[in-house]
T-cell receptor, first 115, second 109 residues
Framework: KAGVTQTPRYLIKTRGQQVTLSCSPI?????VSWYQQTPGQGLQFLFE???????NKGNFPGRFSGRQFSNSRSEMNVSTLELGDSALYLC??????????????FGAGSRLTVL | AQRVTQPEKLLSVFKGAPVELKCNYS??????LFWYVQYSRQRLQLLLR??SRESIKGFTADLNKGETSFHLKKPFAQEEDSAMYYC???????????FGQGTTLQVKP
């Protein structure tokens, strides 16, 4: 079955602009999580969506937001971009609800460069 | 504070040597522990999780709740094990994981 698909794979924006990233989870997976990966901070949790509801949120400013649609596809948006937002944004999907913690399946990521 | 510490940024060993990648965690509640791996030009993927108690690609990890550690071990390293390894902790039934900074394992021929 198809894996987690993220689009776009690469994008370049300038400070002050906004960006929307998209994630299509594995078919049947209803939980989608987003992570930011940078050389300095490593992998940091942004937020998790399950059944169109945000279930967990990391320590990021309100400029970072997301949503999930009824087909489990998710988008994240970053407004008023700053240079420090340059990162690889990873999406992961999982079968939430089974015993034990989620096993996350990651996408290839969207690499955002802010100039 | 919830935290995962991987003290080594880089671990370099020769092929056939034993490997131990260290992971210590600080977490309230009942944690679930994972090791994820990222091979060159590939996606981040699950290697193993403590509740499975299985060996994947020769790697094992034992959860030591007393020492709050979850070290990853392999008795004989192979060149194809060269990758970035991340230790992660989370709660049951959540997609929120706290990752360590990662350890690059380099296995030399």
């Amino acid at each position: 079955k198809a894996g987690v698909t993220q689009t776009p794979r690469y994008l370049i924006k300038t400070r002050g602009q906004q960006v929307t990233l998209s994630c299509s989870p594995i078919s049947g997976h209803r939980s989608v999580s987003w992570y930011q990966q940078t050389p300095g901070q490593g992998l940091q949790f942004l937020f998790e969506y399950f059944s169109e509801t945000q279930r967990n949120k990391g320590n990021f400013p309100g400029r970072f937001s997301g949503r999930q649609f009824s087909n489990s596809r998710s988008e994240m948006n970053v407004s008023t971009l700053e240079l420090g937002d340059s990162a690889l944004y990873l999406c992961a999907s999982s079968l939430r609800g089974l015993s034990g913690a989620n096993v996350l399946t990651f996408g290839a990521g969207s690499r955002l460069t802010v100039l | 504070a919830q935290r995962v510490t991987q003290p080594e940024k880089l671990l370099s060993v020769f092929k056939g040597a034993p490997v131990e990648l260290k992971c210590n965690y600080s977490y309230s509640g009942s944690p679930e522990l994972f090791w994820y791996v990222q091979y060159s030009r590939q996606r981040l993927q699950l290697l193993l999780r403590h509740i499975s108690r299985e060996s994947i690609k020769g790697f094992t990890a034992d959860l030591n709740k007393g020492e709050t550690s979850f070290h990853l071990k392999k008795p004989f390293a192979q060149e194809e094990d060269s990758a970035m390894y991340y230790c992660a902790v989370g709660s049951s039934n959540t997609g929120k994981l706290i990752f360590g900074q990662g350890t690059t394992l380099q296995v030399k021929p």
